[in-house]
């Protein structure tokens, strides 16, 4: 028998890690999920609608840029970055939400829900919703609308509803598991947009199907520049669906290195970070067997970083097999470092990223000066970085 | 698959009268005040005394027993706490079963939860987020101590898994009787009787109902139709508020007769 591989997780699982630890109430309406999911992928007309929409809704293909400043700045390695602060709403969530919408639609669902941490997965869902009339409603942490209130005000004006959870950490976490309660209790009605590869199966796998495209564009916009591979791939890893997005089509390029940058807060040895595969040990969280950070007794812990959208104490669980096969290298940076390159970046290239990728290109600095001249390192660019202007002056 | 009829299921199967099983949260609102009500409630007349482990995240709770999860946690509740706290109220005679999350079994290791469990006493365990598909090798060690595997069967569950889970069984089957997470509900759900019906034609074992039942009245519709009624929430808000559970107890037991 074949050996699990990433692309195809076995009994929904990614060797040992994955699965559908959830209540009974959810189990139908996920056996329906994977089956429609599976039906829609093998359907032309689906793939053909899907396409149109990424091109005129979502702006793709997305551009691969050469940094070029921030490539003397880090002694001469050559920095690419993959556009994905240029989609439409600004992160690479779109590339999700779009597909998810599409298939809320085709199994009859006229409500769609969400989790959001820095609030540019909420976005992504109130877009969709809007644009295929379905109704909306988004859970968000308060401490997460406190930081990210911008994109609180533009999912309203979208007509998502915005329910502000109160309970635990007040962060992701705690906004995801109040989105799976609303599940449980309205299934019949709604579907759950989960916006990274994390959750129960088929999600992780899902999710990674339609981000995957990420890496598809990037390694033929590479090849096609440079007409040969990076030497290596970085992203920053939350639930990691930039990451595996991007990660995916090079899986099978035994050359090209794999690194996933999580967010190690105020210093992994502090305890306040959210570096699950650096910090943390197996345990079931939202669904599925994957790294979490928990304490002896299987309680979950509370997490830091000054990005919100890498502040979750669990990891995607493809990313928690290719951790373990060493496919990929699974790496933390701090608060400072990912301001630090924040700043770096929005003035050596005028482009402003996000938080959570600036931990990326910290971590492709760091590699860059390891490699020196001759190091081609390609950069997962996830969004856009206005979000968190409220974030970068207090910091 | 023809086994020996247990504890548990000798405890929850109606005869006339529905049978009631009660919910309380190990360490809610502390450790030694918990020992004290599950006494209390031992000798109230129930059934069966389910006696929850926190969890963290409890996806499928509502607000009161997340609150009550959430005070036993920060009094520093833990598995090893709570099955002291269960095999204290078990010398009372009352059949106790556990509820809780597969990730503090896992944390604690399976198979030494399931032996630690069967000492103090317990009859066994039910595992929300544990669906049969992936009740391996939990539920192999809970059955290898003699302990109970209770699954859920809920309003969306497809016949095919209905069949799957009634095997997977023992003790009784629990179902959930409304589409959505634990809390006290002024109404019970239609077509909760046809689900009984339904469950009924793939086990012997008794059933009991469980989620957003509260009140005397609910036991009255739910007798003659179910085995047994699970009260957690009503029952968890007593104790919340500082009063004697019991009282609520006597008014639910009027209803079962």
């Known amino acids: 028998m074949a050996r699990p591989t990433p692309t195809h997780p076995v009994d929904g699982r990614f060797g040992a890690y994955g699965g559908k630890y959830v209540p009974e109430t959810l189990m139908g309406a996920l056996i329906e999920l994977e089956d429609m999911w599976h039906e829609a992928k093998a359907d032309t007309l689906f793939q053909l609608e899907l396409a149109g929409h990424r091109h005129a809704f979502v702006g793709r293909p997305t551009p691969l840029y050469a940094a070029t400043r921030l490539s003397s700045h880090f002694g001469g390695a050559h920095v690419h970055l993959k556009r994905e602060d240029l989609c439409h709403t600004g992160a690479h969530k779109l590339n999700n939400a779009v597909g998810q919408a599409l298939l809320a639609v085709r199994m009859g669902k006229k409500r769609v829900i969400a989790e959001t941490g820095a609030g540019q997965h909420g976005v992504a869902a109130a877009t969709v919703a809007a644009r295929f009339g379905l109704d909306c409603t988004v859970y968000m942490g308060t401490e997460d609308m406190r930081r990210q209130s911008m994109n609180v005000r533009r999912m309203k004006l979208l007509g998502a509803e915005v329910v502000e959870v109160t309970s635990g950490t007040k962060t992701l976490k705690d906004a995801t598991s109040e989105a799976i309660r609303d599940w449980v209790t309205n299934v019949q009605t709604t579907h759950y947009i989960i916006g990274s590869v994390v959750g129960p199966h088929p999600y992780p796998e899902m999710v990674r199907d339609l981000q995957r495209v990420i890496g598809d564009e990037a390694r033929d916009q590479y090849l096609s520049v440079d007409g040969k591979l990076p030497d290596v791939v970085v992203a920053c890893v939350g639930g990691g669906s930039n990451a595996i997005g991007i990660f995916t089509a090079f899986l099978d390029d035994k050359e090209v290195a794999l690194v996933g940058v999580e967010a190690a807060g105020k210093g992994v040895k502090s305890g306040q970070h959210a570096a699950s595969l650096v910090g943390g040990r197996p345990g079931v969280l939202h669904g599925s067997y994957s790294y979490l950070l928990q304490d002896g007794d299987g309680q979950v812990l509370p997490t830091h970083s000054i990005s919100a959208g890498l502040d979750y104490p669990g990891v995607g669980p493809e990313h928690a097999f290719l951790n373990d096969t060493k496919r990929v290298e699974y790496v933390a940076v701090t608060d400072k470092d990912a301001l630090a390159a924040f700043k770096l970046c929005t003035r050596l290239e005028g482009i402003m990223p996000a938080l959570e990728p600036a931990h990326a290109i910290h971590y492709a600095g760091v590699l860059a000066r390891e490699m020196g001249p001759g190091g081609r390192i390609l950069v997962c660019l996830s969004g856009r970085g206005d979000k968190d202007m409220d974030s970068v002056d207090g910091g | ?257």
């Not at chain 2, 918990?34 to 005394?49: F, H, N, Q, T």
């Not at chain 2, 833990?78 to 005679?93: D, K, P, R, Y």
């Not at chain 2, 209770?150 to 009784?172: K, L, Q, W, Y």
Request: charged letters at 20%.
């Open chain 2, 1 to 257: 698959m023809v086994a020996e009829r247990t504890r548990l299921e000798d405890a929850l199967r109606a005869k006339g009268d529905l049978k009631l099983v009660a919910y309380m949260m190990a360490g809610h609102p502390n450790k030694k005040r918990s020992i004290e009500v599950g006494k209390r409630l031992a000798g109230s007349g129930i059934a069966a005394l389910e006696i929850g482990i926190p969890f963290s995240d409890p996806l499928a709770d509502g607000p009161v027993i997340q609150r009550a999860g959430q005070v036993a946690l920060e009094h520093g509740m833990n598995v090893t706490a709570a099955l002291e706290v269960a095999s204290s109220i078990a010398t009372e005679g009352v059949p106790v079963v556990l509820m809780t999350y597969i990730n503090p079994i896992l944390a604690h290791d399976p198979r030494r939860f399931a032996a630690e469990a069967a000492q103090a006493g317990v009859t066994g365990v039910i595992v929300p987020d544990l669906p049969v598909e992936e009740s391996e090798p939990v539920a192999g060690w809970l059955r290898s101590a003699s302990l109970d595997t209770v699954f859920m069967v809920a309003p969306t569950t497809a016949e095919d898994r209905m069949a799957t889970i009634c095997e997977h069984s023992s003790g009784f089957v629990y179902c959930v009787t409304v589409t959505g997470i634990t809390g006290a509900r002024k109404e019970l759900p239609a077509g909760m009787k046809e689900l009984f019906e339904q469950v009924r034609r793939h086990t012997q074992l008794p059933i009991a109902a469980g989620f957003g039942i509260s009140r005397p009245e609910h036991m009255k519709a739910l007798r003659g139709t179910a085995d047994a009624a699970v009260v957690g929430s009503a029952i968890v808000n007593e104790i919340d508020q500082g009063r004697d559970p019991v009282a609520l107890v006597k008014e639910l037991l009027k209803g079962c007769r």
